[in-house]
């Protein structure tokens, strides 16, 4: 009898053994899964952001476009005016500048 309370002992480890394997192979393919939809969805982000981020680089090439213009041509209406608006700013700039040392 003790040869065959091993023998179904042993089967029942083997099946144990096997169950357990068979789960961690079942959560071994989850996590991947979920790995690659991380992966998708950070793609997904980085995507939309450098899409933004060129959207605002551009913007901001036209923003500074637009003042160049502005300011050739309040600078050939006006050159007086222009130059003390200059004068004006760079004060304030240079004064801010000290502030913050």
Known sequence: MGSYDAQRGLKETLDVGGA???????LAEQAKEKASDVADRASEVLSTAQERGSK?????????????????????????????????AGFLLGAMWKSGR
Do not use: F, K, Y
């Open 20 to 26: 357990i394997a068979s789960q961690a192979g079942l």
């Open 56 to 88: 605002a680089a551009s913007d901001a090439g036209e923003v500074v476009g637009t003042l160049r213009d502005a300011l050739v041509q309040s600078a050939r209406r006006q050159p007086g005016t222009t130059v003390l608006l200059s004068i004006a």
